[in-house]
């Protein structure tokens, strides 16, 4: 028996959540909306992996999975232009973010939940502190990797 592994390029080239999801028109592909693509896309992995079986029952499926990781990556992204305009002093996940997308949902599942958020957001966070693209500090420039084809099948 072989076992073909695959790329990281072809994975993402399977993955529910597409960068055409974080931008409408050109003036769009900005590395901030690329950031939260990141963020979804990882949401997306880290609930499957961890909460997937338990989201089934509840009737979620992997397009359920995306559509949620999507809305939290642009809740996200307006707690981080709230930092960067000094409204707030700190970034936030809310327990209400998630309560109001899943309102059935008890809180021990929202907490889980919340949990895997905090943490893609940390290893987001730390691949941001080495990655040359500085989509934060950088957040209204043009984001050419909307225009790659390996990422916009």
């Given amino acids: 028996m072989v076992i073909t592994l695959k790329t990281e390029e072809e994975v993402f080239e399977y993955s529910v959540i597409k960068p055409t999801s974080f931008y409408s028109s050109e003036h769009e592909k ?30 979620i499926d992997d397009e359920g999975i995306a559509e949620f990781s999507i809305y939290i990556s642009k809740k996200m992204k307006d707690i981080v232009l709230q930092k960067l305009a ?20 008890n809180d021990r599942l929202v907490n889980k939940i919340l949990d895997v958020i905090s943490k893609v957001w940390d290893e987001q966070l730390s691949f941001c502190g080495i990655c040359p693209t500085r989509c934060i500090s950088e957040k209204d420039a043009y984001c050419v990797m909307f225009d790659d084809e390996d990422y916009c099948l």
């Fill in 30 to 59: 900005t590395k901030l909306n690329w950031f939260c693509f990141e963020i979804a896309v990882g949401l997306f992995d880290e609930i499957k992996k961890d909460l997937g079986r338990r989201l089934k029952k509840h009737k």
């Fill in 86 to 105: 000094g409204k707030i002093d700190t970034v936030y996940i809310s327990y209400e973010m998630v309560e109001l997308y899943f309102p059935t949902f």
